[in-house]
């Protein structure tokens, strides 16, 4: 997290913009609990901070009971699509409260005969310089490296286990767009297949666990607050209904961290927070952009004339 005045004016932009809260994951506990009561307290203006426990699956449980002894949320970022400790269906399975980006339930689609092969790979013993180009060669491959049927059933284990999704979309649009460097590629056109497979892949994967019903939540992996409405504009354009992308931002949030008593909603006995636009979101979710009137806490932050 920025410090200084930069840090102040990210967390006014941010309030003023209409992102009251904000779940920060894997930073230092002790930094980001001197932040938040810094906000609480009046001497800086900004979103109301949680503290979202990221955990390596291989620390998973032990440091699942410690979030939860101190009321955090579980947030599991599995890492890079193919190789992980735990796919996410064993991750469906245990305790957590969200699983981060869309690239992370690559393993568990793959089809059969790619997953063979990279359990072959991923074994005990085997040269670990194996696994690069069998990546490149998969994500390459984008969506047609999914087995069929399986993000349907994945879908319905995900619906059970009431665990919440967070896309994160921006990153893999950014990476399309960007073509950033990837190892074991030799050509720009190498680069592009690849980015646009991932992307393509994680465009898919969000279409349909959304369609099915898993709850979505807002994700950016930045601090700027155009970065989240950058990600609520994405799966509204791939057909994310937008009333479940305003629930994303709203409400599903307020009840990952437990808090739907009273955040989330404009309900009576709820913070006053709220936030108006001149447009209709559920029309065109750019509206978002610009908000007309921000409340925080019954206090008007932010008014455009």
Not at 16 to 34: S, T
Not at 136 to 155: A, W
Not at 253 to 259: D, E, F, G, Q, V
Not at 263 to 291: A, W, Y
């Amino acid at each position: 997290m920025r410090g200084g005045d930069t840090l102040a004016t990210t967390l006014d932009s941010m309030a003023r913009h209409g992102v009251l809260y904000v779940r920060d994951v894997g930073g230092p506990l002790d930094v980001i609990a001197a932040i938040a009561r810094r906000i609480a307290n009046a001497e800086l203006r900004g979103p109301t901070i949680f503290y979202g426990w990221e955990v390596g699956p291989a620390a998973l449980q032990v440091s699942a009971q410690q979030a939860m002894a101190r009321s955090l949320g579980v947030v599991v970022d599995p890492g890079t699509p193919l190789f992980q400790d735990l796919p996410v269906d064993t991750l469906l399975a245990m305790e957590v409260t969200s699983i981060e980006h869309a690239h992370a339930p690559w393993l568990s689609l793959l089809r059969a005969d790619l997953r063979a092969r990279h359990d072959s790979i991923a074994a005990p013993g085997v040269d670990p310089s194996r696994r690069g180009p069998f990546a490149l060669e998969v994500i390459s491959l984008g969506r047609k490296s999914f087995e069929d049927g399986q993000l349907r059933r994945l879908g319905e284990m995900w619906k059970r286990s009431g665990i919440f999704f967070c896309p994160t979309l921006r990153v893999s649009e950014n990476r399309r767009r960007t073509l950033p460097p990837v190892p074991s590629t030799s050509s720009d056109e190498e680069r592009a297949r690849f980015w646009t497979g991932w992307a393509d892949a994680s465009v898919a994967v969000t279409r349909s666990l959304a369609s099915q019903g898993i709850p979505l939540l807002i994700g950016q992996d930045d601090l700027e607050p155009m970065a989240t409405f950058d990600d609520m504009e994405l799966l509204a354009r791939i057909g994310v209904p937008s009333a479940d992308v305003l629930r994303a931002a709203t409400l599903y949030p307020a009840r990952s961290m437990k808090r739907e008593a009273d955040l989330g909603s404009i309900e009576t006995g709820k913070v006053g927070d709220v936030v108006l636009f001149r447009g209709d979101p559920l029309e065109n979710m750019g509206h978002v952009r610009s908000p007309w009137l921000v409340v925080q806490r019954g206090e008007v932050i932010h008014k455009r004339d």
